[in-house]
């Protein structure tokens, strides 16, 4: 237990000191001026491409649970993946959501824990590697040495993924990668949205910088990783420091607005629990008040 707590305090330095160092490079008020993405209209688009890209997860996750076999209903599924996006946000080291999926299904598939680890796993990187890939691309041109270490990230985790799918048939192989296109997708889009809103210049590349560096398991939400790392490579893709962290802010706002859907799955698989649960043994057997 104690081990765990050290690591989450280990992750909030990390995005303390990242954002410290951010604003050190480009002053505080880069950060600041990102506020202005949110707008009504900003809102609902962080919240219909959220879903959008939760509900291409869900089928992912589901085709995997399945090929496990167990079966879930495409709810269940939905309801699982916005929980998981939301723990994975707002919980230090950017994975309590995905272990939670794990923890959760810990009792499928031929073995306990290892199973769903594979599945989630798979669902994950499948999505992680293809952001790479195209982080690899976009790189090439301009920043060589980074681009190779994009390479090197989406060969590992294809690798992993592609491992957790086997015994698969190349349909289902190919809805998996069709829907982490898709979740992708809508991530990247959120991040242009972001870009048009700030009035800004819109610059694809930096986006997809942007997200590859957040999907690292580093600090709370992909803050902090996400700034230092567009701001290293702002000059290689045509853009000022300044505005690759002001735009990067304005989508990492976006992006949690896009999880708190989370918010209502996860309340609502508490009640149910306490509701299906009962009254618990202490309350049965806890002496009437005096």
Known sequence: MSSMWVRRVLMLLITVILLALTVRIVGVQALLDGGRVVTPVTVLAALGLGLLATVAQSMRFSLLLKQSGTHVTRRRALADCY????????????????????????DTGERRWLSPLSIVGAERLSATTLLF???????????????????AVAAVT??????GMRGMSASTIGLVWLTAAVTIGSF???YL?????????????????????MSIPLGVGGWGVREISVSILAGSLASSVEWAV???TGYGLLAVISTLPGAITLVARLWGRRHDSGESPALRHRSPAR
């Open 83 to 106: 929980s998981a996006s939301l723990l994975n946000m707002i919980m230090p080291g950017g994975l309590g959501g995905d272990l939670a999926r794990v923890a959760a299904y810990r």
């Open 133 to 151: 890939a195209t982080a690899t691309f976009t790189l090439i041109p301009v920043a060589p040495h980074f681009a190779w270490i994009a390479a």
């Open 158 to 163: 294809g690798v992993l993924s592609i491992l």
């Open 188 to 190: 990247l889009g959120l």
């Open 193 to 213: 949205i972001a870009m048009l809103t700030l009035s800004g210049p819109v610059i694809p590349a930096l986006a997809v910088v942007g997200l590859a560096a």
């Open 246 to 248: 002001t735009s990067s």
